[in-house]
Structures are given as C-alpha cells and as structure tokens.
Antibody, heavy 120, light 110 residues
Framework: QIQLVQSGPELKKPGESVKISCKAS????????MHWVKQAPGKGLKWMGW????????TYADDFKGRFVFSLEASASTANLQISNLKNEDTATYFC?????????????WGQGTLVTVSS | DVVLTQTPVAQPVTLGDQASISCRSS???????????LEWYLQKPGQSPQLLIY???NRFSGVPDRFIGSGSGSDFTLKISRVEPEDLGVYYC???????FGAGTKLELK
C-alpha cells in the first residue's frame, strides 16, 4: 500500500537549519509529484510548492522562496524539505503529499506530518 | 490572487443530519482546458488531511457516497448527508490552478 513516512519532530533555535524527510513506499517514486504543505499551530493549510520527482525540478510558492529547498534522494524514494535560517514563524507541522495520478489531484496521499518547533 | 472564502467557519450538527459547506472563489476557477480543479479535504483531529472530492464532484477512492460535491464557476458546495462521528473535523476547499486553500470549516457536534 502507498505510504509516506516522515521524519520525527524537531526542536531548533532561530537561525539554525532543519531537514525533514518523506520516505515513500508502495509505488514507483518517480511517477508522481510530491508536494509540501505547512500548517502553523491551530491554523489552516498552506501550500509550499512541489517537486517533480522525475526531473528533480522544484517549484516554490511565493512565500517559500529563498530559505526553503526541496530535494530528492530518488534511489531511496525520499523527498526532503530543508529550511535554513529558521524563524519563530516557521514553527509548524510540515506535510508531504503525493499526487493521485502523475500530477493531479495534488494531495491524494499524505505523510503523517513533522512538527518543527523554533524557539530560543 | 485568488481567495477562497468558506462558510460557515463552524457548522454545529447532530449526528444523522445533513451538513452543507460553501466555498466561494474571488474569480472563476474554470481552467482554460474546461476543467475545474476544485477539491475538498477533511482533517480529523490530530490527523493528516485526507482527500474527499476532486474536480468539483468526483469522490476519491474509498470516500463514502454521503459526501457530495457540486458547483461551478466560482461557487461550490460540499454536502454531507447523514453525518457520522468520523465525519467531524475541519473541511478545506482547495483550488489546484493557483494552489490556494480555503480557511476551513469546522464540523462539530451541537
């Protein structure tokens, strides 16, 4: 069955970096797009962008250009999200989500989420 | 930017009743190819969101037929007939052309 398993919670200080992983199983990793979605505590969902798992090309939403990097370890069926120069407002749960067909619907399958807490 | 406005913010329901959630867009969501890429997601407490409906009215695999999506242009509705306990949570609409979520509607017990 299709599974997306994300790495565990992280506690970081402002200015540090964090890398979250999303390991996929149960399907051919490079056949489906992978998206990232942010949810701040008690808030709604915000789309961060996606990565083409076949070409490795990332696309970032406007609010997530600069400090956010999507990457792949295709041989390990893993997508990664790295956030640098962490700020308090980066405190959130980050979800990876796989598309249903090659690109649509975008969020057919979800990881369990990774909580990143940024605090001094 | 496209804004999706969901109403109500909270919907108190009695189990077995019907619930209705509205999602209105600030502009038409009809794509140039004629399709409308409007989805509905449910996030149960403490869980990841799950896909219910895509392209306005298509139920995703395994979604019960009591979930009915409808609408066109800029006005969309999710109806849940005969609400069951596992239907409680926050519902989000999402449009996959400019990738915007609505703010969410909390379906809760009266």
């Amino acid at each position: 069955q299709i599974q997306l398993v994300q790495s565990g919670p992280e506690l970081k200080k402002p200015g540090e970096s964090v890398k979250i992983s999303c390991k996929a199983s149960g399907y051919t990793f490079t056949d489906y797009a992978m998206h990232w979605v942010k949810q701040a505590p008690g808030k709604g969902l915000k789309w961060m962008g996606w990565i083409n798992t076949y070409t490795g090309k990332p696309t970032y939403a406007d609010d997530f250009k600069g400090r956010f990097v999507f990457s792949l370890e295709a041989s390990a069926s893993t997508a990664n999200l790295q956030i640098s120069n962490l700020k308090n407002e980066d405190t959130a749960t980050y979800f990876c989500a796989r598309s249903g067909t090659r690109v649509y619907p975008p969020f057919a399958y979800w990881g369990q989420g990774t909580l990143v807490t940024v605090s001094s | 930017d496209v804004v999706l406005t969901q109403t109500p913010v909270a919907q108190p329901v009695t189990l077995g009743d019907q619930a209705s959630i509205s999602c209105r867009s600030s502009q038409s969501l009809v794509h140039s190819n004629g399709n409308t890429y409007l989805e509905w997601y449910l996030q149960k407490p403490g869980q990841s969101p799950q896909l219910l409906i895509y392209k306005v009215s298509n139920r995703f695999s395994g979604v019960p037929d009591r979930f009915i999506g409808s609408g066109s242009g800029s006005d969309f509705t999710l109806k849940i007939s005969r609400v069951e306990p596992e239907d409680l949570g926050v519902y989000y609409c999402f449009q996959a052309t400019l990738y915007t979520f609505g703010a969410g509607t909390k379906l809760e017990l009266k």
